[in-house]
Each structure stands twice: as C-alpha cells, then as structure tokens.
C-alpha cells in the first residue's frame, strides 16, 4: 500500500515564482494536512482538512493556499515563493473516530533562491 | 492553547547504553500523547500512543513511554539503544478528539555510536 504519497520530493524555485505540491492518500481517511518543518522549530500545521472541499488554517497559513478537491488529494500551493518558505513539507492522513495517529508522506524538499 | 516542551535538543550514546528521552506537555485537559520517530531521510512514524489506561505504554522496536499525569510529562525510554535507533523523536499532543489540534515538540537527534 502506498498510503501517503507527495510530489515532488525535491524542488528549487526563485523567488517570485509559484508551485503546488500534491498529496495523494489512498487509505479513504477524512483527515489530511500539511505542515513544514524546520530545524530546531519540529512541525507546524500549515493548513488542515476535515473533508473533501473543506479547508481550514493551521499554525503558520500565510503565503501558501490549499485545495480539497478530491478526497484522496489535498494540494499546498505557493502562489509567489519566498526564501523563508525554504522547508520541508509534510502531508499527512488521519482517519475520524478518537485515538487515531497520523501517517505521515515522505516529505518535499523546497528550496527558494 | 497546548504546548509541548523536549529538553533534549541533541543526544549522543553507546550502543547498549539507556535512553530517556524528556517530554512536558502543557494542557489543562485530557491529553492525546504520541511519539513519532523520523529516520534520516525518511518520514515521521508513530512508535507510540497513550489515551487512557496503563500510563506505561509499550511501543514498537522496544521502545516505551511513561505518562505521569503530575508531573505533565510523557517521557520516552528504551533499555538498550542499537546503531538503528539513530533518528530524530518527536512528542506530540492533542486533545480528545482535536483533529487539528496537534502540537509537536521540537525533536530531539538521537545518535547512537557503534
């Protein structure tokens, strides 16, 4: 099983420039997110989703957007990428109910020039 | 709002040495604890969960966690570390059912010397 898949994995943009990272799950979970983690910082909750369609701000929103078009995609978006957007990123799927953990995608490495 | 407090930033031991690991959660509530590892390279993994019951928790690859609801604190222990056990460990915490509300500590390297 695939569960959590994130493309692309590695990624240089210039400043200014826009890109969208995909998160696809294939495990039906209602739950998805992204955050970014930086050294010394651990993860923070960008953006969160409750559910196909539905989007919610996280801990650090600003400058990225999202979209929950399809259940099993939850996309992160840049629309003009900035050096202190350099991260990684992580998606992750959670399924509804209580006492259920998060799995977690491989993680996009950005960089912004 | 819930915070998640690791000490150890950077930790460095013998293979077959003890591991402790220190995690401190402020929440004025029940508590969601988790520990997550993340190889180098890879993902973050779940090694451990607590929600209620015995607050000594037993996870996977011989790794266990003690909930000591006086102290707000959830450390995370292993007897014996092995060469593998090098990684970066993660505490998290999040209230019944707070999907969203999901607060990681820092991470704390663990790198463990042949």
């Known amino acids: 099983n695939a569960g959590v898949t994130q493309t692309p994995k590695f990624r240089v943009l210039k400043t200014g420039q826009s890109m969208t990272l995909l998160c696809a799950q294939d495990m039906n979970h209602e739950y998805m997110y992204w955050y970014r983690q930086d050294p010394g910082m651990g993860l923070r909750l960008i953006h969160y989703?409750?559910?196909?369609?539905?989007?919610a701000k996280g801990e650090v929103p600003d400058g990225y957007n999202v979209s929950r078009l399809k259940k099993q995609n939850f996309l992160l978006g840049l629309e003009s990428a900035a050096p202190s957007q350099t991260s990684v990123y992580f998606c992750a799927a959670r399924r509804t109910g209580e006492n259920q953990p998060q799995h977690f995608g491989d993680g996009t490495r950005l960089s912004i020039l | 709002a819930q915070s998640v407090s690791q000490h150890n930033h950077h930790v460095i031991l013998s293979e077959a040495a003890s591991l402790e690991l220190g995690c401190n959660y402020s929440y004025g509530g029940t508590v969601n604890l988790f520990w997550y590892v993340q190889y180098p390279g890879q993902h973050l993994q779940l090694l451990l969960k607590?929600?209620?019951?015995?607050?000594l928790v037993k996870g996977i690859k011989g790794f266990e966690a003690e909930f000591i609801k006086s102290k707000f604190s959830f450390n995370l222990r292993k007897p014996s570390v092995q060469w593998s056990d090098t990684a970066e460990y993660f505490c998290?915490?999040?209230?019944?059912?707070?999907?969203?509300?999901?607060?990681f500590g820092t991470g704390t390297k663990l790198q463990v010397i042949p």
């Open positions: 607590y929600f209620s019951g015995d607050p």
């Open positions: 998290a915490v999040a209230p019944p059912g707070g999907y969203q509300k999901v607060t």
């Open positions: 989703s409750v559910g196909e369609g539905t989007t």
